[in-house]
């Protein structure tokens, strides 16, 4: 059973830094490339990062490049999203979510198959 | 504002069909077979529902269905239970812009 746990979510003051982990089991890690996904509060959902499954290629949005760093261990299962210079507009709930499955070897990449719980970040002052 | 647009409230009786909606571009759904749903319980995750614009993971029931015409796709609920009563986000690979969201609906279940 695929399980995602989010972890280092946090009250944080405007343009410090907070380091976010996503804590992977019940499915092979290292295939899989891996995506972060933001909710501010009341609001819809907003693609923030993906990184591929060797950690070689990372993709950003607009909102977070330059800001925003990914990285991950696959010897620990591990995502992790580097956030620097918080800004209140980053204020979200922040969602790990697995990048597709691949079944009698056809991958279907192009979606969010599993996602985690969730981690609040708060960015104010 | 985001950029897939979908209406912000849907709603039907039990047993009955609700269609929502969600419309993009040419350059995310007009150009990529690359549309999911996903429905979200208040306070919870998202949940896949429908990938590849209509494909259904296992476990979700059949009563969910998708569709795509040009910039415009769909999800179709029939038979409505009250379990289904929740947020619906459709969402688009948009080539190098990544991914897309649309604003969610909330679908209420009379």
């Known amino acids: 059973q695929v399980q995602l746990v989010e972890s280092g979510g946090g009250v944080v003051q405007p343009g410090r830094s907070l380091r976010l982990s996503c804590a992977a089991s019940?499915?092979?890690?290292?295939?899989?490339?891996m995506h972060w996904v933001r909710q501010a509060p009341g609001k819809g959902l907003e693609w923030v990062a993906l990184i591929s499954n060797d950690g070689s290629k990372k993709y950003y949005s607009d909102s977070v490049k330059g800001r925003f760093t990914l990285s991950r261990d696959n010897s620990k299962n591990t995502l992790y999203l580097q956030m620097d210079n918080l800004r209140p507009e980053d204020t979200a709930v922040y969602y790990c979510?697995?990048?597709?499955?691949?079944?009698?070897?056809?991958?279907?990449?192009?979606?969010?198959?599993?996602w985690g719980q969730g981690a609040l970040v708060t960015v104010s002052s | 504002q985001s950029a897939l647009t979908q209406p912000p409230s849907a709603s039907g009786s039990p047993g009955q069909s609700v269609t929502i909606s969600c419309t993009g571009t040419?350059?995310?759904?007009?150009?990529?077979?690359?549309v999911s749903w996903y429905q979200q319980h208040p306070g919870k995750a998202p949940k896949l529902m429908i990938y590849e614009v209509s494909q259904r993971p296992s476990g979700v029931p059949d009563r969910f269905s998708g569709s795509k015409s040009g910039n415009t796709a769909s999800l179709t609920v029939s038979g409505l239970q009250a379990e289904d009563e929740a947020d619906y986000y459709c969402?688009?690979?948009?080539?190098?812009?990544?991914?897309?969201f649309g604003g969610g609906t909330k679908l209420t279940v009379l």
């Open positions: 969402s688009s690979y948009a080539g190098s812009n990544g991914w897309v």
């Open positions: 040419n350059s995310d759904i007009g150009d990529y077979n690359y």
């Open positions: 019940g499915f092979p890690f290292s295939p899989y490339g």
């Open positions: 979510a697995k990048q597709g499955f691949c079944s009698d070897g056809v991958c279907y990449a192009h979606h969010f198959d599993h």
